[in-house]
């Protein structure tokens, strides 16, 4: 399999073998059908970031901005946005001074904890997430050609796909 990324072109070979099960009997089959997934989450996944990333520049975010935005659903400490975005503290903070400086989250004190911060979107903040999620929502093959009921389908199967 060929794909161009950037400038850079990549050959990837796969040799795999898929035990799948039907019914009560383990058949082995080729691996055509891990292949075919491979390639079509790849392209499902350049698209999403094509449209996202589109979606981010005109709103003036960096991919991790807005993934900061969209991770946060109410004060959140600063070190659990760290761990769920797998990123050090310290540029944690850098994240959310940008991102405060434009009046897209505030911090505030952790009642139960002072020496805590919370990170909160303000309403600036959810405005701009909206809008995003509205334009991607609006132009993106993925969410045009899949009903409602067909994207909670595919994310569960994503999701149980990667549980630990």
Known sequence: MRYIRGCCTFDVAIRLQVTVTIGNHDTVQSGEVLRELLVLLRRA?????????????????????????????????????????????????GVVDHLEDRGLVERQADPSDRRRT??????????????????????????????????????????????P
């Open 118 to 163: 919370l990170v909160a979107v303000t309403e600036d903040g959810r405005r701009m997430r909206r809008r995003i999620h509205d334009e991607v929502s609006a132009r993106s093959p993925m969410t045009t050609r899949l009903d409602a009921g067909e994207m909670a389908e595919l994310t569960a199967l994503l999701r149980k796909a990667v549980a």
């Open 45 to 93: 996944g350049e698209q999403m970031r094509q449209f996202i990333g589109h979606a981010i520049e005109g709103a003036g975010l960096t991919p991790l901005q807005f993934m900061f935005l969209a991770s946060i659903e109410g004060p959140t400490p600063m070190g659990t946005l760290a761990e769920h975005l797998c990123l050090d503290a310290s540029y944690v903070t």
